[in-house]
């Protein structure tokens, strides 16, 4: 039996691909995630009252939710960190319980979808030294993080790193 490649080695695999093959990719994507069929047997699949997560692609966090409501195209779902209801496509939903940890291979820098908010790292400032914090917001160039001592820092990724372990 073939096992299916992990996300890390999809993730590594499109970093050899073209601009063009990314773009047609996405493309392909975006008509798989608009199937009917598709789209059928995954609304099916679920019921109001159903616990799941769903993943938040600008946080990069998988939110715990219970689903409320099924409508056409989209799934009302009551998220259970923040007590708000959302409306969300259903193929944001991880009802299999995926892992949406992403490896980082030997020697790669941490990037943007590495990281997820609320993740602890670290980082060596010119003056402070060496500081670790939690990250508090993913921007598109750098994350905004807060260290333990309550400032605030806006860090390129390149500059990251995993804390050190103690």
């Not at 160039?141 to 309550?150: M, N």
Request: aromatic share 8%; with cysteine; net charge positive.
């Amino acid at each position: 039996m073939t096992q299916q490649p992990s996300f890390t080695d999809w993730l590594s695999a499109l970093k050899n691909a073209s601009t063009f093959d990314l773009y047609r990719l996405s493309a392909l994507i975006d008509d798989e995630l608009a199937n009917p069929q598709r789209l059928m047997r995954l609304l099916a699949s679920i019921q109001p009252g159903q616990r799941a997560t769903y993943y938040e692609a600008r946080s990069h966090q998988q939110r715990p939710c219970r689903i409320e409501r099924i409508l056409q195209k989209y799934v009302q779902v009551l998220d259970l960190t923040d007590n708000k209801r959302y409306r969300i496509p259903p193929f944001m939903l991880n009802l299999d319980g995926q892992s949406v940890d992403i490896d980082l291979p030997r020697g790669e820098k941490l990037a943007r979808h590495h990281l997820a908010v609320g993740d602890r790292v670290a980082f060596i400032a010119e003056k402070a030294g060496y500081l670790e914090g939690r990250i508090i917001r993913l921007n598109q160039k750098t994350v905004t993080l807060q260290t333990d001592t309550g400032h605030e820092w806006r860090v390129g990724y390149g500059l990251l790193q995993r804390p050190e372990i103690r």
